[in-house]
């Protein structure tokens, strides 16, 4: 995948909210979806993006989230947004993390060095950062969809 061509699906999603994200139910591809929204000023639908990492062969998982944030955020109430709302401590129950800083390309790296020669085809690695979790994914390939509201990542027909 050309690598402009990437960074700007990358850009798109800057200060957007990610929903989910985590492997598909066939294990080979990570999917991040993220809700898309504008001022409603401007005409522009919501809409619900899936990002597929295709051929991911690394995906690591970091929270974002400071340990003292932690500490305070152990009460499952903190897990459902009514129960949540009014303690101290990260509210999981929003159910979503905001983008920010947002997502970039990385610099060729080791990694992507060895699963290219490999496999024989190019590999990227990008860096996912929000508010709660950092993602490092190490794919070849990146698919930018659409998905119905409600979309449900692990229903399978």
Sequence with gaps: MDTDALEQLLDEIFDHAVVHHGYTDYMRDYEVIVYMTADPRSGV???????????????????????????????????????????????????WHCLYPGARLLPGSAATRRWSKALGIEFHEVRIETNAHNLNLVFSDLQVNQVPVGYAPFVTD
């Design 45 to 95: 639908a919501p809409a619900y993006l899936r990002y597929l990492f295709r051929y991911c062969v690394e995906a690591r998982c970091e929270t974002s989230v400071q340990p003292e944030t932690w500490k305070v955020s152990l009460d499952d109430r903190l897990i459902v947004h009514e129960t949540g709302a009014d303690l101290d401590g990260y509210v999981w129950g929003v159910k």
